[in-house]
């Protein structure tokens, strides 16, 4: 029997950079959003924008995984890692990590597998794409590099319904 992807995402364990791992379910949050980050690619300012934003979106969990793999732009090691980012209540960094390919995370592959077959192009074709997923709705939406954080973050308040209580 198939396993729901929202639950396969929701149960899959969250290396934190800085923290103990943790499963999606475990938070209590409800919408995620995913991005892959790299320090040294030309979108590198949308991290810098997402982390002072994130406040704002209290009811979402963001979720930020270094990668390497596009074009070697994220040359930091963890360690380095470490001492720059900060998480935040709703800002969890994941260890760097694949996100895509034989060598992807769990929580990558779990994407992948659950969401690639709807999509013309990879789900995760360059650094900066971004996933939402609402687990309550069971909806789900990818962003690509060029769309910007305040373009996301509208998008998904105008299209989402407010969490239950």
């Known amino acids: 029997m198939n396993k729901n992807p929202f639950t396969t995402i929701k149960d899959c364990p969250l290396e934190l950079l800085k ?9 209590g949050f409800k919408k995620v ?3 892959n980050t790299a320090s040294r690619c030309g979108f590198a300012k949308q991290e810098e924008v997402l982390c002072t934003q994130a406040h704002e979106y209290p009811e979402i969990l963001f ?9 070697k732009q994220e040359p930091l090691t963890q360690e380095e890692l470490c001492t720059i ?10 260890k ?4 895509k390919g034989e060598k992807a995370s769990k ?3 779990n994407l992948h597998n659950s969401f690639s077959k709807q999509l013309l192009l990879p789900l995760i074709p360059w650094n900066f794409t971004k996933i939402f997923i609402d687990f309550e709705s069971c909806a ?11 373009f996301t973050l509208h998008s998904i308040q105008k299209t ?3 969490s239950k209580t």
């Open 19 to 27: 923290a103990p791992s943790i499963k999606i379910q475990e938070t």
């Open 140 to 150: 789900w939406k990818r962003y690509l590099p060029y769309h910007s954080v305040a």
């Open 33 to 35: 959003f995913f991005m």
């Open 107 to 109: 929580l990558y592959k």
């Open 160 to 162: 989402t319904p407010p």
């Open 85 to 94: 980012k900060q998480n935040q209540s709703n800002l969890f960094y994941l």
């Open 63 to 71: 979720i930020l995984q270094p990668s390497n793999q596009f074009l």
């Open 96 to 99: 760097k990590a694949h996100v």
